[in-house]
């Protein structure tokens, strides 16, 4: 990550995962993510733009993991 320098990278959930009913999916992507990013700031966020088939279920899935990584760090 040298190249990001003082940017905040953003992205790490494929965005193709979403609009077809796949929350599981997501949150597995998106644990990933977080463990991955650990200790660096990021945005999570689909890598690219979000379908407008988009499921509320898939939203809550990746909103969920954010919120249970900071009841974590409390």
Do not use: H
């Not at 979403?18 to 992507?29: L, R």
């Amino acid at each position: 990550l040298n190249w990001i320098k003082n940017k905040v990278p953003m992205g790490g959930v494929d965005e193709r995962v979403f609009g077809q009913n796949k929350a599981d999916e997501i949150s597995k992507a998106a644990r990933k993510s977080v463990n991955k990013m650990k200790g660096r700031p990021y945005i999570l966020s689909p890598d690219c733009s979000v379908s407008i088939n988009t499921l509320d279920n898939e939203l809550k899935a990746l909103r969920s993991v954010v919120e249970g990584w900071y009841e974590r760090i409390g």
